[in-house]
T-cell receptor, first 110, second 114 residues
Framework: ELKVEQNPLFLSMQEGKNYTIYCNYS?????LYWYRQDPGKSLESLFV?????AVKQEGRLMASLDTKARLSTLHITAAVHDLSATYFC??????????FGQGTELSVKP | DSGVTQTPKHLITATGQRVTLRCSPR?????VYWYQQSLDQGLQFLIH???????AKGNILERFSAQQFPDLHSELNLSSLELGDSALYFC?????????????FGEGSRLTVL
């Protein structure tokens, strides 16, 4: 059974600092997604990573995928308050189901 | 706006009751997924329909059922409601069959069971 684990689960950052969120998954998959969720809101798709070594960047966020290590990272550069949200990674299992990690609650403080 | 529409946005009901949540996928999307989000369980996959047929089941209780209609909208029926069913229920849609492509989520239906 596919398990997806994120760490840290809670992250309090200062504005301007850099940090990385990690997403590990337990079985082979070649497709990984990152989503953002604001409190009480829907999930917004951030990145779709489809192959080993894939790297995508959007603004202050950069995501990468290492399928051999079963690891994806979401790197935050020079954090700003607007990035405060919960970030989820999700992986497709053999049966085609999208399985989510627990989420990382990010709080960026001035 | 993802293009996925869910109604109602909020619903308050009592234990033992039955409710129906409705989802209209993005135009052109044939796949509909239902997820339950709660504080203790996180985001749990419930069920997936493709073009009217059930494709995969997740941790969906027997008290819950779903269907996808010929016009591709979907309904999630929750019956004999318990306090623990209080959660945010999301519908998502995508184009691809089988191997899941990018999912687009609706705003969710917040269910409160008193």
């Amino acid at each position: 059974e596919l398990k997806v684990e994120q760490n840290p689960l809670f992250l309090s950052m200062q504005e301007g600092k850099n940090y990385t969120i990690y997403c590990n998954y337990s079985t082979t998959s070649d497709r990984l997604y990152w989503y953002r969720q604001d409190p009480g809101k829907s999930l917004e798709s951030l990145f779709v990573l489809l192959s080993n070594g894939a790297v995508k960047q959007e603004g202050r966020l950069m995501a990468s995928l290492d399928t051999k290590a079963r690891l994806s990272t979401l790197h935050i550069t020079a954090a700003v308050h607007d990035l405060s949200a919960t970030y989820f990674c999700a992986v497709v299992n053999q049966g085609g189901k999208l399985i989510f990690g627990q989420g990382t609650e990010l709080s960026v403080k001035p | 706006d993802s293009g996925v529409t869910q109604t109602p946005k909020h619903l308050i009901t009592a234990t033992g009751q039955r409710v129906t949540l409705r989802c209209s996928p993005r135009s052109g999307d044939l796949s509909v997924y239902w997820y339950q989000q709660s504080l203790d369980q996180g985001l749990q996959f419930l069920i997936h329909y493709y073009n009217g047929e059930e494709r995969a089941k997740g941790n969906i209780l027997e008290r819950f059922s779903a269907q996808q209609f010929p016009d591709l909208h979907s309904e999630l029926n929750l019956s004999s409601l318990e306090l623990g069913d209080s959660a945010l229920y999301f519908c998502a849609s995508s184009v691809e069959q089988g191997r899941t492509g990018e999912l687009f989520f609706g705003e969710g239906s917040r269910l409160t069971v008193l």
